[in-house]
């Protein structure tokens, strides 16, 4: 099947500072390009084969939430990512001649990933901008896909600017990782995939950063069921398709660092934009305890390892965002995995704090001998366990025969934390609670 989109010209602007500022040609605020359900379809052949189709399996989850939750797992995908489908696509779409000049882009991960793996896989020369910021693992991760990489730019605006003007030196291709119309098309798979294996589906959360994602599967959901109720989600710290909903244009929207840095798109892209706005139902804004909640519930009720854009989905319904879904199919979108392990680790931890699990407090006990042992054995009879323990003398304004001791520790659950909140209470006159010493 051909694909229904067309080619623009090439198109230069000039601005102050008689600086040149490129614009990318397929992505043009002035003419947006609408993706069409032909386009999806025709991705959908053409990637057949290259890409994993991956399960879209009923959770666990489901009896917590009074809800049908089945997880449509893009995590596993070879290089982590969803965005395998859009870059082997547009890869694939390439004339025979950009095709050997070769491709760039500006990513601060999967788009990165996705474009350097395919690149590899069908022998186009694929040159990646990362940002200084980008994760160690996921630039030598490109580079082991053989992409040639810089590391260069604050953030992903310098690269993408670095990135344009290389690419008109070089004669490399730029392509926009959530704006390129065969991007959007390929994206658009996922949701052709999600019908075929959930046929009665009521309801699709999906993650949303430059808006990529949620237009293709939309409007491949939509063309399909078009009874379905489409949600976008995004962090509280990166909301730019929420304020380009209610601006009723992309604007720009300043981000700050989230769990969710592959969300962290300031201007959503303007083809996104304009074929996902009329689809869309509903767009939320989710609280970055609930991404890193949702990632702990993800790792240890579905024992998968999702990074924090991929969990975004699951933590609107975490924060209760969704009533309306209850009794409902719904499928939510776990469409990335690719968490440093480090940032796993303090991940889990904030997971446990929100969760009620890591419980901090402090107490003052008398300093005579017995008196940290009666507080631990208070402790141990319940049953919780001492991460972390610290005592001092020196400041406290009580009587010089006490001692404060400042407790980080583990309990079963909330229940649990606030049995030992009672205990505590029960015993010791001055002590505070939670996070707020
Ligand atoms: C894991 C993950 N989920 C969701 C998104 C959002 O996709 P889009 O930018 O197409 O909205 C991204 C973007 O990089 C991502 O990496």
Sequence with gaps: MESTMKEPPNKKIKIVNSDEVLVDRFCDP???????FQDVSAAAYKIKGGIQK??????QMSSMFDMKIYFKKEFLQFTGSFKERGARYTLLMLTEEQKKAGVIAASAGNHALALSYHGQDLGVPVTVIMPVIAPLMKIQNCRKFGANVH?????????R??????????????INGYDHPHILAGQGTMGLEIVEQVPDLDACIIPVGGGGLIAGTALAIKNLRPHVTIIGVESEKCPSFSQAM???KPVFTATHST???????????VNAFATAKGLIDKMLIVQEENIALSILRLLELEKAVVEGAGATGLAAVVEGLVPELQGKKVVIAACGGNIDTTALGRVIERGLAVDGRLVRFVV??????????DLTKLMAGLGVSIKDIFHERAWIKSDIFSV????VCETRDAEHSDELHQAIKAKYTHYTWGPGY
């Design 30 to 36: 002035k003419k947006p390009q609408i993706v069409t």
């Design 54 to 59: 991956t399960p879209c399996l009923k959770s």
């Design 151 to 159: 590391v260069t730019g604050a953030n992903l605006s310098e690269s």
């Design 161 to 174: 600017e670095q990135a344009m003007k290389m690419g008109q030196e070089l004669g490399l291709l730029y």
């Design 246 to 248: 209610k601006a009723g």
């Design 259 to 269: 769990l969710a840095d592959g969300l962290a798109v300031p201007t959503v892209g």
């Design 364 to 373: 003052t006990v008398s300093d005579r001998p017995g008196g940290i042992a």
């Design 404 to 407: 404060q001791v400042k407790v």
